[in-house]
């Protein structure tokens, strides 16, 4: 019998087409509002793997993920990280008539190279499956981190230019220190 179907998303631009969102403003970075994403029960894939960084914070989500041997349950919001090439899994509630909220950031590998961070995301713990702590935040905390955000768009969103990308990955590792 064969196992659940794995879902590969290679770029950022194909979230955004099997999500049904906009295309992404930037073919190697996205911000993307976790309530705009549609979830079918059903039609679902049960596992993903996606080929870039994803970091994300979810409130009210009406699914639990699965993610390397833990279960993850986002009613209180909470951050979650995941590496180029770690499997996860969703299971949607379909009961469950609660409103998503939240934001996940999109980062393609090719987006950090030659740079600084893409030597040092490597070391960051917390996209590590065997760290299995989930990263809850204060309200301040996540008012820091929103405005961190926000500047990443706010940047992506205006003219590219030769010192875009450079800001961008200050932003990024101003996150990650966070």
Known sequence: MPGPKLYRVKT?????QFR???KPEHPLISVVDVGSIK???GEE?????????SIALKRNFNAKMRYGQQDYDFDEGIMFFMAPGQVFGIDINPNAA??????????HPDFLWNTSL????K???????????ALFLSEKEESIIANILQNIRQEYHANIDKFSQDIIIAQLELLLTY
């Open 39 to 41: 979830h079918i029960p």
């Open 20 to 22: 049904n969102l906009p």
């Open 12 to 16: 950022i631009s194909e979230f955004h």
């Open 45 to 53: 894939p049960a596992n993903f793997v996606f080929d870039f960084y």
């Open 118 to 121: 893409a030597k040092t995301i």
């Open 98 to 107: 609660i409103k998503q909220a939240g934001w996940m950031l999109l980062i």
């Open 123 to 133: 070391h960051c713990e917390f996209f590590d499956y065997s760290v299995n702590e």
